[in-house]
Structure formats: structure tokens, C-alpha cells
């Protein structure tokens, strides 16, 4: 074990580097590390045998993806092998393509959460890559919650104390978005975590950087933090926000706060609620008593915990939308079309409309009737490349305008129409046709460039055979002939249906 510098209690000022980057072209302000030589060695060679050596820990290891982790920002010497434990079972995760990294500031008090964008960290081990264009969108995006206020991260440990580890399991092949809560509002982590939900996928690894309990002894800070923990693995915000509730009589002696970073697990917790494929499970506990450096008397609390996900769970059973979701794109749909017939543009939505699931990417088709239930027009964007909203906008408007199977809806026609929305859920890929259920499933048929669909809805329209609808799709959408389905790749997803007619 590597000789570690335990002066872990004060800070230093905190500094930038002015820096020119080569690639974009501007003058950069680096934000250079802080608390190395206090919560972490200075030295590169012994702050990486150091790391390495906390990564020898391992948590329980599993083949489910990593979605998120939880671990301590205290000194090494107190939290370092804890905090391993949680990065341990990212090793041999495959690469992630962004790292959210989020704390709450410990020195400055702001409202809604601070994002670093002049620059990249430095650490010891080398430069930190922060990505910039999503750190600079989600500011644009989201300015009721997302600032950059630089005094911010001058002095914060929280995010710094992670990038070693990052570092040295990834080297420079890793970028990550620094965010930093600055009030305690739970409405400020719900709004975060709205924003952030679009990021929330398997691509991406979230790091939420928090101790557990401040002061209390040894004893009384194991059993508090076990209730903490297991509120968090509840994934309900109530009981979340009773664990670290601090009561008025104060039942645990010299306890300051249940969790110092409990506005970061709060985001967390509203994006994993309704996700039943995703647990937060426990990974491991100390607290500085622990420590030869540490006191029993007066701890601080540390635990590791990792939200996972069951990757052999369908996705498509876990895609909801609230009723208000549902509203807000009919809403979407019917002023776009309204707008765009009446002015030739494609307005932009009113902000209030979109909510964290309706950023999320997703396929949708807009269907138009008229009165008496005749088809009017009906196109659709099965990819998931694009936010939902902006899907329903398109086609919403393509439906009225370039279905080449009708002529244009005028302007007087539209209130006489009723829009119809069916919202896909991720599709999946399927080995043969004993997978596609027509009652419940849309088929999507792919071969070479040539592709087609049916919607869940078509099976209970014609009353078609499964084997019907698999040569009806391949022949008239795919135009690949009536057996082309035999030899093409073929995906089922299923479709939340919803019109103004009806709210399902």
C-alpha cells in the first residue's frame, strides 16, 4: 500500500488554466485540481498505484449493465477503497460514451445546478475532457435549473476526488459532464432529473458523488446509513426524502446530515422510479471510523451502490407515458399542423409541453380521421433518432401535407379532423415469426435497403392472418414480394395509441 498525504481537511483556493485549444479554436480555462495533496496524493506515480489499488476491491460483480453508481468524495484514506468498489464493477462494462458526474456544492449556494463550461480538470494523472457541447446545450435547454457559476467549482472536491478513477481505468478515452447542485430544493432534482432523462440510457454512466451520515458515532452512523440505503434502494421519493430528513429532536446524537449530496441521489431516484428493470443495490459500507486515521466518536458515512439493469428485460415493457404526455403531444400535433397551414412554419412548442418523457427519442406516426372515422392521412418516423416531440411535430404536419394517397388538408379542414398518435417503443429484433404476436405487436420488416411496416392497429383492422400480415407488409410496404419476409430481418415494438377522439 502506497504512502498517502492525509492532509484531507482543508482546501485550497481554487484555479484555472488559461489553455488554447487547438481544436475549437478559443482560448480555454482548464479548472486545475484543488484538494490534491489533501484528499488525494499529488504525486502522479503514487496517486496511480493508488487508485489501483482501491480498483483491486471488487463489489459484487455482475454481467447486468451498469447504469449508475453512488460513492464517496471524502479523502482517500477514508473512502478510497469504498469508492473502488463501486468503479470496480464498471472495469469491464463496455465503454461508456459520456460520464455525468454530480455532486452538490459544498461552499456556494445558488439556485438550480451549476454546469462547468469554460474548460476541462486537470488532475495529477492529466486533463479531464469535459464535453462541452452537451454541457453548453443542456444550459441553453434547461436555463430554469442549468447555469455555469464559476465560484461554483473553485473550491469543490466532489467532482475532482472522482477523475482519478475515471483516469486511470479509461486513461483519455472518456469525456464527462461536471454538474453541481447549489440549492436544497427537491423540486430542483426533479427538474434536473427531467432534463437529464434523455441522457439516462445504457450509452451513457451516471456518478452520483455523496457521503452518508456527518457526525454521529460509529454505531449510530451504521444504523442511519442503513436506512438511507435502503430508502434509496425503495427508489421512492418519499421515502427518500423521510430517510434523510433530519428530525426536529434530533434522535441521532450530533447527526448533520443523513447524506451531504442528497439533492444528486434525489435525481437519481426520479430517474429510475418507474423503471422496474433497474435496481439500486448496495455495493459496500464503511465510515471513517474504519480508518486507522478515523475517530469512532464523530464519522462520516460511505457506502457504494450501483444502479443495474437487467438487460433481459424488454424495454418496450417499460416505455409509459402519463396522461399529461399524452395531452401535450396531441396539443404539439394540432398546432403544428394549424400553424403550419395557416403560416407555412413550423412553430415552436410552448416549453410548458415538454417534459422529461417527451425529450426522450422515440418512432411516432400521426394519424388523421375525419368525423365520420375515414383514414385522411397517416405518416410516421420509425427511428429512434430524434426527441419524441419533434417526431410528432413532423409527422403530425407530413400527415396533412404528404400523404401522397390524399390531397392536402386545408386550413378550414383541420378542425374537423381528429389527430390519432401512435407512440413506438423500442423495437426488437426477433428470430422468426413464432415472436410476432399480431394482437399486441407491430412488424417491421428489413431487407437490404428496402423496408415496411404494420402498426399494431392494422391486425384488428383487416382481421388478417399473422402470416397474412407478414406477406401483406413484405409485398405492398416492403416491396420485397409476398414470401420476402422469410429471408429479411424482421423487429416487433409496440405502440402507445391515444387520440383527441379518445384518451386511452
Known sequence: MPVLLILFTACATGQQKEKYNMHHTKMTKNRMPVVAGQFYPSDSATLSETVADFLKHPGHQTGKRIRAIIVPHAGYVFSGEVAGSAYNLIQE???????????????????????????????????????????????????????????????????????PFLQKIYGDNFSFIPVLFGDQSAETSRKVADALKPYFTDENLFIISTDFSHYPAYNDAIANDQKTASAVESKSVDKFMEAVKIPEDKQVHNLLTS?????????????????????????????SGDSPYGEKDRVVGYYAMAAIEDEKHDPAEDFVLTAQDKTSLLTIARESITDFLRNGQIPEPDPELITGNLKINAGAFVTLHTEDGKLRGCIGHMQSDLPLYQVVQRMAIAAATEDYRFNHISADEINNINIEISVLTPMKKITGPEEFNPSKHGIYIKKGNASGTFLPQVAIQTNWTKEELLGHCARDKAHIGWNGWKTADLYVYKAIIFSEKKQD
Not at 462547468?116 to 434547461?142: C, H, W
Not at 447524506?259 to 464503511?286: F, H
Request: charged share 15%; glycine share 4%.
Open 93 to 163: 462494462q463496455k465503454p461508456y460514451k459520456n460520464i455525468f458526474i454530480i455532486g452538490a456544492s459544498h461552499h456556494e449556494y445558488f439556485h438550480g445546478a451549476s454546469i462547468y463550461t469554460p474548460g476541462n480538470y486537470e488532475t495529477p494523472l492529466g486533463e479531464a475532457r469535459v464535453n462541452n457541447a452537451i454541457s453548453t446545450k443542456l444550459i441553453s435547454d434547461n436555463k430554469n435549473v442549468f447555469h455555469y457559476v464559476p465560484e461554483a467549482h473553485q473550491k469543490e472536491h466532489s467532482i475532482e476526488v472522482q477523475l
Open 259 to 287: 447524506m451531504c449530496g442528497w439533492q444528486a441521489t434525489l435525481a437519481l431516484i426520479y430517474l429510475t422510479r418507474n423503471d422496474e428493470k433497474i435496481s439500486i443495490l448496495p455495493v459496500q459500507y464503511q465510515n
